[in-house]
């Protein structure tokens, strides 16, 4: 990002929050596309002062003279003025054509693969692993390595969404049917926030997600623990909230690994307590907060397809407790 | 004069029809609040001897409802058994055979309790209003039922396709 252009920054950051700062780049995709971004305003601003001071230089000397120097010297700055502009047409083509193939190169062998599967409303992430067993399934919270080029295969379940983080590259669609692909690499870690991109129903504004970089050790246990079955619960209350969540609606949709819950509709939730966020992004994972969301999910978010449930107080309050110990 | 003011009154009464059919609730409040007390477990009887129950579906009409049912038909798997309507594993759905039953009532009784010999029970499973919104879908599964009502006007709920159908 350049330092020269302060004034922008503070304005865009001011209009739509840090979080979503395209011009804040942490990858060289993103950098790429704000250099891009620069270089096309840079010019168009040049040419647009010219052209306004030519305009002004016209209008000041319209009377002098009269036309007599002949046409010759009409033709030559027409033509002068048609070759600069072919001129900067062709850098700016060029720019944007390069720019194009860096931001979408594929990445290399040494790429990490993550499948993403837009729902309506929510991401449903994978890493492949070398054999099914070792797959890692989670919804919403993408881990990636820092200093690696991740490839992302993207899909969808049912309508088109499409897959947007400012701080890290260009957007790319979600297409039912087909993958499409995209790719960026983490420069520093940190917590990056996404958003669907593209209007998919509802809830299109609160389907968010977040990309957590991090060092690769750290990451490779992450991704270690992710692999793993549920957590035995510890106590009465959570070995009551396990019962609870196989006995109620919960298990027609969610999965988790190692209780024998299989839907595979909603959001996998094997180590649900280790993810930040709840409700794609839109509320912090407190068990506060997921009380009111297993109990009213729709009052949150109207439309989503979690339903509102009834339950008793001592079976809601184990559930959570429950959810809540599964890292 | 009359006849305008009467076509006028068609016209509107025609409109506010039309609301009431494409209707969403986005927010079910009260998701039991629609179980019919009647239904109980213990008095399964095969055969047409299955009483009437004259439960009226809240979603009777309702096209937003019979989407969401249609989504939900998919979901829950009913296609596993009962395919498109057409039957197989399961009875048909399209025909007028009803072992259990044909009126809405006898259907929602028939999902939350199960019936034997493979209808599993979904009581506690399914929402009661999930539960009403399939059995508005299944009977527009009936031969003598318009398409007018199903599905909704703006078909965003369908599903377009699968891009990976498992996890």
Redesign the interface.
């Known amino acids: 990002m350049k330092r020269a252009a302060p004034g922008t920054l503070l304005l865009l950051s001011t209009g739509c929050r840090a979080r979503y700062a395209v011009f804040d780049t942490a990858s060289p995709e993103a950098h790429r596309i704000a250099n891009l971004h620069w270089l096309m305003l840079g010019i168009c601003v040049a040419v647009a002062v010219a052209v306004l001071a030519l305009l002004g230089i016209a209008l000041v000397r319209r009377d002098r003279g009269r036309y007599s120097d002949g046409s010759a010297r009409r033709v030559r700055a027409v033509a002068a003025g048609a070759a600069v502009s072919a001129f900067l047409l062709l850098v700016l083509l060029v720019a944007s054509v390069l720019a194009g193939r860096e931001i979408t190169a594929p990445g290399g062998p040494q790429a990490l693969e993550v499948?993403i599967?837009g729902h309506q409303w929510w991401w449903?992430i994978?890493y492949p692993g070398s054999s099914p067993s070792e797959e890692v399934?989670t919804a919403n919270e993408i881990h990636v390595p820092v200093h690696r080029p991740v490839r992302f295969l993207l899909?969808?379940?049912?309508?088109?969404h499409s897959f947007w983080v400012p701080r890290l590259n260009g957007k790319k669609d979600?297409?039912?049917?087909?993958?499409t692909r995209h790719i960026f690499q983490v420069d520093r870690p940190g917590v990056f926030r996404g958003q669907c991109a593209e209007f998919c129903?509802?809830q299109h504004a609160h389907m968010g997600f977040v990309v957590v970089a991090e060092d690769p050790a750290r990451f490779d246990a992450w991704l270690a623990a992710q692999r793993g079955i549920a957590a035995e619960p510890a106590g009465p209350s959570a070995v009551h909230g396990r019962t609870v969540f196989l006995?109620?609606?919960c298990?027609?949709?969610h999965?988790i690994r190692g209780i024998g819950a299989f839907g595979?509709?909603a959001p996998?939730l094997t180590h649900v307590a280790s993810r930040t966020m709840i409700a794609a992004a839109t509320l912090h994972n407190t068990p506060g907060n997921l009380a009111g969301w297993i109990l009213d999910a729709?009052?949150v978010k109207?439309?989503t397809r979690m339903?509102?449930?009834?339950l008793a107080a001592n079976d809601l309050l184990d559930l959570v407790a429950y959810l809540e110990s599964l890292r | 004069m009359r006849a305008a003011a009467a076509i006028l009154a068609l016209a509107l009464a025609a409109a506010a029809a039309g609301c009431q059919k494409s209707r969403r609730v986005l927010h079910e409040k009260a998701p039991l609040a629609a179980r019919p007390e009647s239904i109980a477990l213990g008095s399964l009887e095969a055969g047409p001897k299955s009483p009437p129950l004259s439960m009226k579906n809240p979603y009777e009409g309702n096209a937003y409802a019979e989407t969401e049912g249609q989504r939900l038909y998919g979901w829950y798997n009913c296609s596993g058994c009962h395919f498109r309507g057409g039957g197989g594993i399961g009875p048909a759905l399209m025909d007028d055979v009803w072992i259990y039953g044909k009126e809405p009532g006898n259907v929602f009784a028939t999902i939350v309790e199960g019936r034997p010999n493979g209808m599993p029970s979904w009581r506690g499973k399914i929402p009661d209003y999930q539960i009403w919104q399939i059995v508005a879908y299944i009977q527009t599964m009936k031969a003598e039922r318009g398409v007018s009502a199903a599905p909704g006007p703006r078909q965003e709920h369908l599903q377009a396709g699968e891009g990976r159908t498992s996890r």
């Open positions: 499948r599967t449903e994978s399934v899909s969808s379940g049912d309508v088109i979600l297409i039912p049917g087909r993958l129903g509802y006995s109620s609606p298990v027609l949709c999965t595979h509709k996998d729709p009052r109207p439309g339903p509102p449930n009834t």
